[in-house]
Protein backbone atom coordinates (compact mmCIF):
# COMPACT_ATOMS: atom_id res chain seq x y z
CA UNK A 1 0.00 0.00 0.00
CA UNK A 2 1.90 3.06 -1.47
CA UNK A 3 -1.08 5.45 -1.37
CA UNK A 4 -4.10 6.45 0.16
CA UNK A 5 -6.19 9.11 -1.16
CA UNK A 6 -8.73 10.56 1.60
CA UNK A 7 -11.52 12.30 0.06
CA UNK A 8 -12.98 14.78 2.18
CA UNK A 9 -15.77 17.95 2.06
CA UNK A 10 -14.64 18.98 5.96
CA UNK A 11 -17.75 17.81 7.50
CA UNK A 12 -17.81 16.05 10.92
CA UNK A 13 -18.03 13.32 9.47
CA UNK A 14 -14.78 13.34 6.69
CA UNK A 15 -12.45 15.00 9.47
CA UNK A 16 -13.04 12.13 11.25
CA UNK A 17 -12.06 9.80 8.51
CA UNK A 18 -9.28 12.24 7.77
CA UNK A 19 -7.48 11.71 11.33
CA UNK A 20 -8.39 7.93 10.85
CA UNK A 21 -6.46 8.39 7.17
CA UNK A 22 -3.62 9.65 8.77
CA UNK A 23 -2.92 7.40 11.58
CA UNK A 24 -3.81 4.69 8.96
CA UNK A 25 -1.12 6.10 6.36
CA UNK A 26 1.46 6.35 9.18
CA UNK A 27 1.02 2.87 10.41
CA UNK A 28 1.51 0.97 6.87
CA UNK A 29 4.02 4.28 5.46
CA UNK A 30 1.62 5.65 2.70
CA UNK A 31 1.86 8.80 0.94
CA UNK A 32 -1.70 10.40 1.98
CA UNK A 33 -3.38 12.27 -0.84
CA UNK A 34 -6.43 15.09 0.40
CA UNK A 35 -9.13 14.96 -1.95
CA UNK A 36 -11.26 17.77 -1.95
CA UNK A 37 -14.07 18.51 -4.41
CA UNK A 38 -15.11 22.34 -4.66
CA UNK A 39 -18.31 23.57 -5.57
CA UNK A 40 -18.81 27.52 -6.13
CA UNK A 41 -21.28 28.68 -3.95
CA UNK A 42 -24.84 29.57 -5.01
CA UNK A 43 -24.45 33.11 -3.99
CA UNK A 44 -20.86 33.13 -6.47
CA UNK A 45 -22.72 31.73 -9.37
CA UNK A 46 -26.08 33.82 -9.15
CA UNK A 47 -24.09 37.22 -8.65
CA UNK A 48 -23.07 37.46 -12.19
CA UNK A 49 -19.32 38.02 -10.81
CA UNK A 50 -17.03 39.05 -12.82
CA UNK A 51 -14.82 35.57 -14.20
CA UNK A 52 -11.70 37.31 -12.64
CA UNK A 53 -13.34 37.37 -9.15
CA UNK A 54 -14.50 34.06 -9.84
CA UNK A 55 -11.03 33.16 -10.11
CA UNK A 56 -10.24 34.86 -6.90
CA UNK A 57 -13.20 33.12 -5.19
CA UNK A 58 -11.61 29.68 -5.87
CA UNK A 59 -8.00 30.45 -5.58
CA UNK A 60 -8.75 31.70 -1.86
CA UNK A 61 -10.96 28.25 -1.66
CA UNK A 62 -7.77 26.43 -2.35
CA UNK A 63 -5.13 28.22 -0.05
CA UNK A 64 -7.55 27.58 2.87
CA UNK A 65 -7.54 23.59 1.93
CA UNK A 66 -4.03 24.22 1.41
CA UNK A 67 -3.45 25.83 4.81
CA UNK A 68 -5.68 23.00 6.78
CA UNK A 69 -3.83 20.53 4.94
CA UNK A 70 -0.44 21.71 5.86
CA UNK A 71 -1.88 22.51 9.62
CA UNK A 72 -2.41 18.72 9.58
CA UNK A 73 0.86 17.98 8.14
CA UNK A 74 2.42 19.71 10.93
CA UNK A 75 0.55 18.47 13.78
CA UNK A 76 0.70 14.82 13.33
CA UNK A 77 3.90 14.52 11.39
CA UNK A 78 3.37 13.15 7.85
CA UNK A 79 3.34 14.91 3.98
CA UNK A 80 0.00 15.22 3.15
CA UNK A 81 -0.69 16.61 -0.62
CA UNK A 82 -3.67 18.22 -1.93
CA UNK A 83 -5.47 17.48 -4.41
CA UNK A 84 -7.90 20.41 -5.11
CA UNK A 85 -10.48 19.79 -7.72
CA UNK A 86 -13.49 21.10 -9.67
CA UNK A 87 -15.98 19.02 -12.01
CA UNK A 88 -17.93 15.71 -11.52
CA UNK A 89 -17.12 13.77 -8.37
CA UNK A 90 -16.82 10.58 -9.35
CA UNK A 91 -14.83 11.82 -13.00
CA UNK A 92 -12.39 13.71 -10.57
CA UNK A 93 -12.20 11.28 -8.02
CA UNK A 94 -10.70 8.29 -10.81
CA UNK A 95 -8.36 11.21 -11.90
CA UNK A 96 -7.42 11.15 -8.99
CA UNK A 97 -6.67 7.43 -8.31
CA UNK A 98 -4.74 7.27 -11.60
CA UNK A 99 -2.92 10.31 -11.46
CA UNK A 100 -1.52 9.51 -7.88
CA UNK A 101 -1.50 5.66 -8.24
CA UNK A 102 -3.96 5.50 -5.10
CA UNK A 103 -4.14 1.80 -3.40
CA UNK A 104 -7.16 3.04 -0.84
CA UNK A 105 -9.73 5.79 -0.41
CA UNK A 106 -10.53 6.59 2.54
CA UNK A 107 -14.14 8.33 3.08
CA UNK A 108 -16.79 9.44 5.96
CA UNK A 109 -19.73 7.34 6.72
CA UNK A 110 -22.15 10.57 7.34
CA UNK A 111 -25.18 9.80 10.12
CA UNK A 112 -27.87 9.88 7.32
CA UNK A 113 -25.84 6.88 6.04
CA UNK A 114 -26.25 4.90 9.48
CA UNK A 115 -29.73 5.56 9.98
CA UNK A 116 -31.21 5.40 6.55
CA UNK A 117 -30.99 4.23 2.94
CA UNK A 118 -27.07 3.96 1.87
CA UNK A 119 -27.64 3.94 -1.79
CA UNK A 120 -27.96 7.72 -1.90
CA UNK A 121 -24.93 8.68 -0.19
CA UNK A 122 -21.81 9.46 -1.85
CA UNK A 123 -19.85 6.33 0.29
CA UNK A 124 -21.91 4.34 -1.05
CA UNK A 125 -22.34 5.12 -4.52
CA UNK A 126 -18.25 5.33 -4.73
CA UNK A 127 -18.30 1.56 -3.32
CA UNK A 128 -20.13 1.12 -6.34
CA UNK A 129 -18.36 2.67 -8.73
CA UNK A 130 -14.97 2.65 -7.66
CA UNK A 131 -12.59 0.07 -8.38
CA UNK A 132 -9.77 0.12 -5.42
CA UNK A 133 -10.68 -0.59 -2.09
CA UNK A 134 -12.65 1.88 0.11
CA UNK A 135 -12.85 2.02 3.71
CA UNK A 136 -15.70 3.73 4.84
CA UNK A 137 -15.45 4.78 8.89
CA UNK A 138 -18.15 6.31 11.14
CA UNK A 139 -18.06 8.88 13.14
CA UNK A 140 -17.13 7.20 15.92
CA UNK A 141 -14.46 5.31 14.67
CA UNK A 142 -11.11 5.93 16.19
CA UNK A 143 -8.01 4.46 15.02
CA UNK A 144 -5.80 2.78 17.36
CA UNK A 145 -4.39 -0.05 16.06
CA UNK A 146 -5.79 -2.74 13.17
CA UNK A 147 -4.86 -6.30 14.98
CA UNK A 148 -8.31 -8.03 13.95
CA UNK A 149 -9.69 -8.17 10.55
CA UNK A 150 -13.54 -9.89 9.94
CA UNK A 151 -14.08 -10.83 6.27
CA UNK A 152 -17.32 -11.57 5.99
CA UNK A 153 -18.48 -13.28 2.61
CA UNK A 154 -20.45 -15.87 0.27
CA UNK A 155 -17.88 -18.54 -0.69
CA UNK A 156 -20.07 -20.23 -3.27
CA UNK A 157 -20.30 -17.05 -5.23
CA UNK A 158 -16.85 -17.56 -5.26
CA UNK A 159 -13.70 -15.00 -4.61
CA UNK A 160 -11.37 -13.82 -7.65
CA UNK A 161 -8.21 -13.45 -7.00
CA UNK A 162 -8.24 -9.72 -6.91
CA UNK A 163 -10.07 -9.96 -3.83
CA UNK A 164 -8.06 -12.62 -2.36
CA UNK A 165 -4.81 -10.65 -3.47
CA UNK A 166 -6.16 -7.28 -2.22
CA UNK A 167 -7.64 -9.11 1.07
CA UNK A 168 -3.34 -10.58 2.12
CA UNK A 169 -2.00 -7.43 1.14
CA UNK A 170 -3.89 -5.75 3.88
CA UNK A 171 -3.73 -8.53 6.17
CA UNK A 172 0.11 -8.57 5.68
CA UNK A 173 0.58 -4.79 5.51
CA UNK A 174 -1.24 -4.59 9.37
CA UNK A 175 0.59 -7.46 10.37
CA UNK A 176 -2.85 -8.56 11.28
CA UNK A 177 -5.02 -11.71 12.09
CA UNK A 178 -7.81 -12.74 9.72
CA UNK A 179 -11.07 -14.42 10.73
CA UNK A 180 -13.07 -15.65 7.29
CA UNK A 181 -16.92 -15.84 8.33
CA UNK A 182 -19.33 -17.78 5.39
CA UNK A 183 -22.34 -17.39 6.20
CA UNK A 184 -25.28 -18.58 3.79
CA UNK A 185 -28.58 -20.31 4.24
CA UNK A 186 -27.39 -24.15 3.22
CA UNK A 187 -24.16 -26.57 4.53
CA UNK A 188 -21.06 -25.65 2.21
CA UNK A 189 -18.50 -28.35 1.95
CA UNK A 190 -15.23 -27.33 3.70
CA UNK A 191 -12.78 -28.88 1.06
CA UNK A 192 -14.07 -27.29 -2.00
CA UNK A 193 -14.00 -23.49 0.16
CA UNK A 194 -10.55 -24.14 1.98
CA UNK A 195 -9.48 -24.60 -1.97
CA UNK A 196 -11.00 -21.07 -2.69
CA UNK A 197 -8.89 -19.75 0.19
CA UNK A 198 -6.16 -21.26 -0.36
CA UNK A 199 -4.54 -17.82 -2.09
CA UNK A 200 -4.07 -16.54 1.66
CA UNK A 201 -2.18 -19.35 3.17
CA UNK A 202 0.60 -16.46 3.44
CA UNK A 203 -1.43 -15.19 5.89
CA UNK A 204 -2.75 -16.18 9.40
CA UNK A 205 -6.45 -16.84 9.01
CA UNK A 206 -9.21 -18.73 10.77
CA UNK A 207 -12.16 -19.95 8.42
CA UNK A 208 -15.64 -20.51 10.35
CA UNK A 209 -19.00 -21.42 8.26
CA UNK A 210 -22.42 -20.65 9.81
CA UNK A 211 -25.97 -22.12 8.24
CA UNK A 212 -28.25 -19.61 8.49
CA UNK A 213 -30.93 -17.13 7.25
CA UNK A 214 -30.31 -14.07 8.62
CA UNK A 215 -27.06 -13.62 7.34
CA UNK A 216 -26.96 -10.01 8.66
CA UNK A 217 -27.94 -11.30 12.25
CA UNK A 218 -25.07 -13.60 12.07
CA UNK A 219 -22.53 -11.27 10.88
CA UNK A 220 -23.33 -8.88 13.68
CA UNK A 221 -23.25 -11.44 16.03
CA UNK A 222 -19.60 -12.71 14.84
CA UNK A 223 -18.44 -8.83 15.55
CA UNK A 224 -19.60 -8.64 18.92
CA UNK A 225 -17.85 -11.99 19.86
CA UNK A 226 -14.50 -11.50 17.59
CA UNK A 227 -14.17 -7.47 18.16
CA UNK A 228 -12.46 -6.66 14.88
CA UNK A 229 -10.94 -3.48 14.16
CA UNK A 230 -11.96 -3.99 10.71
CA UNK A 231 -14.84 -5.91 8.54
CA UNK A 232 -14.28 -6.51 4.86
CA UNK A 233 -17.21 -7.13 2.06
CA UNK A 234 -17.58 -7.75 -1.27
CA UNK A 235 -20.18 -5.78 -3.07
CA UNK A 236 -21.25 -8.24 -5.77
CA UNK A 237 -23.26 -7.18 -8.56
CA UNK A 238 -26.19 -9.17 -8.85
CA UNK A 239 -28.41 -11.29 -5.93
CA UNK A 240 -29.10 -11.14 -2.17
CA UNK A 241 -25.42 -9.89 -1.19
CA UNK A 242 -25.54 -7.36 -3.51
CA UNK A 243 -28.09 -5.23 -1.65
CA UNK A 244 -26.68 -7.02 1.76
CA UNK A 245 -23.32 -5.41 1.61
CA UNK A 246 -25.57 -1.92 2.20
CA UNK A 247 -28.45 -2.95 4.06
CA UNK A 248 -25.91 -5.01 6.89
CA UNK A 249 -23.80 -1.95 7.23
CA UNK A 250 -26.70 0.06 8.39
CA UNK A 251 -28.26 -2.36 10.63
CA UNK A 252 -24.20 -3.32 11.73
CA UNK A 253 -23.07 0.34 12.27
CA UNK A 254 -26.18 1.10 14.27
CA UNK A 255 -25.93 -1.24 16.70
CA UNK A 256 -23.23 0.92 17.64
CA UNK A 257 -20.19 -0.95 16.77
CA UNK A 258 -18.73 1.72 14.77
CA UNK A 259 -16.31 -0.38 12.91
CA UNK A 260 -14.90 0.91 9.69
CA UNK A 261 -16.14 -0.79 6.48
CA UNK A 262 -13.27 -2.08 3.71
CA UNK A 263 -15.44 -2.76 0.64
CA UNK A 264 -13.06 -4.44 -2.08
CA UNK A 265 -14.24 -5.23 -5.87
CA UNK A 266 -13.58 -8.14 -7.69
Known amino acids: MKTIIISSDFSE ?22 FHLHILSIHVVQSRLPYKNILQSIDYAKTKIENRAKKLSETYGIEIKVDFAMGEYFKQLQRSIEE ?21 STTSEAINKIQI ?8 AKFT ?14 LTSNILKEIKKTTKK ?7 FHVNN ?25 QSEAVIDEI ?13 MVPYEYGFWSSLIHKSKTRIMSSGLDIPLLSIRG
Open 13 to 34: EAQNATLYAIQTAKKVKAKLVL
Open 100 to 120: HHADMIIMGMHTKTIEGDLLG
Open 133 to 140: PILAVPIK
Open 145 to 158: SIDKILFACDLDKG
Open 174 to 180: FDAELRV
Open 186 to 210: KISELESNVEILKPLEEVSYYYKNV
Open 220 to 232: RNEMLEYKPDVLI
